[in-house]
């Protein structure tokens, strides 16, 4: 039984560091692609949920 505990915390952890190693990782790029984009440094016009300058609200 301790067997089984040990083995489902160590591989969900080192899946649950993977998806945020993974999610810093893309929006990391995405930020530089925008960066890239606007010719300029967008370190306090970014919104740091979505990676992105843009408006994300839809049109209505």
Known sequence: MNDAVFWV?????????GVFV???ASLGKRISKEEKEAGKDLTYKINSFTGTSKNTKQNK
């Open 9 to 17: 915390t160590s591989i969900g952890g080192l899946l649950s560091l």
């Open 22 to 24: 993974w999610y810093y």
